[in-house]
């Protein structure tokens, strides 16, 4: 099969509007109002696919949406899910020759805590050969955001020195791969010691290449980490965490070094609903940088939040080709729950013992 969705098959297909079931929240503030429902989903629609899905994938984006404390949430009703794989139930007109039966993986904005979804076939891509449906659901919003992160905006090359932030997390894996497959020496950071054997069976990373995050001692702990290295500095960094771990970071990348920053981690706290009080006193702290010293420094921050390529078909498209021409390994997922699981599962990807990827898997 290709992976540009260029496939032979039916056309066309005539369907009913169908049952669904959806996880829907009715307003964001709280992990809790996250409820189990059943809905009407209609014919697909010009240009678009209806698949019934087998993978969910679970993204931090996810809570922090059901929190309340996403810019890009949804106002009113709406179900949490960026990434998902299923099988090709129907086809709308213009769809193009999309045959019923095959098995994708797609993106979408919000929508996928769903055991069917409708989706403009542009946001599909083939299931990889011999990739389950988790892997499938655990690519593509954590591989574009660990591909453009490395490539769009870092312009990682041969024999940099690159840090991952929460290395052993869905994203990080991704990007201690791609980083590894461009020549480039990586430092991966975590935030327990019982993931230290994952980045070094699944990374092939030495010990003196992982930190165990201690937050008081985190510029030492990278000193120590650059000097095993033989390195001066960071030439990139991919950084998810912010807070206290921001500056540190930022102060030890060489001249002409990048900080791409995506996420603000330390921003998440562990309840249902947000401490309001802690999040701002958070916020009121968080670092501030001079822009004219930034010029003397030579140094760049890179922010993004890749909901924006919602939009931009056309960046999508770049940008998976980008990655698949790295040929990445299978994603590696860490832990599945049932569909009818999902509040289980987002407590315990909220708790940051996880691993990988977390998926949901639906009956099929």
Known sequence: MQEDLRLTGAGEDLVF????QIWLCPQAGSLDRLKLQEDELAPPGPGEAQIELRSAGLNFADIFALQGLYSATPQGPFTPGLEFSGVVRAVGRGAGPLKKGAAVMGVTRFGGYATHLNIDVR???????GWSFA????????????AYALLDLGNCQKGQVVLVHSAAGG??????DLAARLGARCIATIGSASKVELLQKRAG???????????KNFGRQLDGALQSMNAAGLDLALDSLGGEYFRPLYD????GGR???FGWATMMGRGARPNYAAVAWRYLRRPRLDPIEMISANKSLLAFNLIWMWERIDQFQNLYSKLMALKPQAPYVGRSFPFAAAPQALRYFQSGQ???KITLEMPG
Do not use: C, E, K, W
């Not at 499938?136 to 660990?146: K, M, N």
């Not at 030890?252 to 001249?255: E, G, Q, S, T, W």
């Open 17 to 20: 509007a169908m049952r669904r």
């Open 123 to 129: 946001y599909l891509r083939l299931l990889p050969r």
């Open 135 to 146: 892997q499938g659901a655990a690519l593509l919003a954590q591989g574009f955001t660990a």
């Open 171 to 176: 994203v990080g894996l991704i990007a201690l």
């Open 205 to 215: 990373l030495a010990s003196h290449q992982i930190i165990i995050r201690d937050a």
């Open 252 to 255: 030890r990348l060489n001249a």
């Open 259 to 261: 900080h791409t920053l």
């Open 354 to 356: 996880s691993s990988g």
